[in-house]
């Protein structure tokens, strides 16, 4: 399918998951009732919890999450990117961020283990430790399907181009990067971060963001974009929940490459 509808829908995930996930099916609805065929929800979109508590939301794949995640994609017919969960790890204390690629009749075509772990202290501002959670991922995970093929990661992922140039090596032509960028740093950097991801590699970049306040009590950027291989944003969201959608155009995406052929001259490898 060389054009169609993709949507990131953004949210504010608190540590009642059954109000998380209930949110995220009315939104993840209206995208489909908008016509939207690739749906990207945000990282830790269906639990966040508060500090000393964030594993108690972790859960095994399959899991409650992901069967309904799946019955969503199913419901609509869509190919559906759970932006992350928290993965269960069995025997450790510590779990997985993973998103979760689901198909038109429900099946998980792929999962990706995030693998860039945010660590980070602002003094008064924030104080982040992603490693004290989580155990890192280490497979690089872009998937081919009728839409193209669509490469994943999350996040933190953003501020490491060589990902995203493995990524486009293995064929992504739309990555998405579902996020719960902090306000400091995404006022920052977020845009353009991810509108460099696109330029470099020439690819769409679907980036749902967490908005409004987390159970931390720090504050979350929102601004969710979508970026063309030109770098062009299409589609920004409003400082509240939101559905935004843009055109992927695949045809649009070739002539890019074509006109400015800069992938063909890479001559050092990240």
């Not at 204390?93 to 660590?119: M, Q, V």
């Not at 400082?239 to 045809?251: F, N, S, Y």
């Amino acid at each position: 399918m060389q054009k169609y509808l993709t949507a990131a829908v953004q949210l504010c995930a608190g540590s009642d998951k059954k109000a998380n996930l209930d949110k995220a099916e009315a939104l993840v609805c209206e995208a489909a009732q908008r016509g939207a065929q690739l749906v990207v929800l945000p990282e830790v979109f269906s639990w966040r919890g508060a500090p000393g508590d964030e594993l108690s939301g972790a859960e095994p794949i399959p899991g409650p999450t992901s069967e309904r995640c799946a019955a969503w994609a199913r419901r609509h017919r869509m190919y559906l990117l759970a932006g992350s969960i928290y993965e269960a790890i069995p025997g450790e204390r510590k779990a997985h961020n993973t998103s979760l690629f689901f198909g038109p009749r429900g099946e998980l075509l792929a999962r990706y283990r995030k693998i860039h772990l945010f660590d980070v202290e602002l003094s008064g501002v924030v104080r982040v430790r992603e490693s004290a959670i989580f155990r890192p991922g280490s497979e690089v995970v872009a998937v081919p399907t009728e839409l193209g093929t669509i490469g994943l990661s999350v996040c933190y992922d953003l501020r490491f181009p060589e990902l995203y140039r493995r990524l486009c090596r293995k064929g992504a032509q739309v990555i998405c990067a579902p996020s719960a960028f902090t306000f400091p740093t995404g006022c920052a950097h977020w845009e353009v971060l991810v509108r460099a991801r696109a330029i470099e590699n020439q690819v769409y970049v679907v980036a749902p963001d967490q908005v409004g306040t987390t159970p931390r009590g720090s504050a979350d950027y929102g601004n969710s974009l979508i970026a063309d291989p030109w770098g062009a944003v299409l589609a920004r969201a409003p400082a509240r929940e939101a559905v935004i959608l843009a055109e992927v155009d695949l045809e649009y995406l070739d002539r890019v490459r074509r006109e400015l052929p800069c992938l063909q001259h890479i001559q050092l490898e990240g």
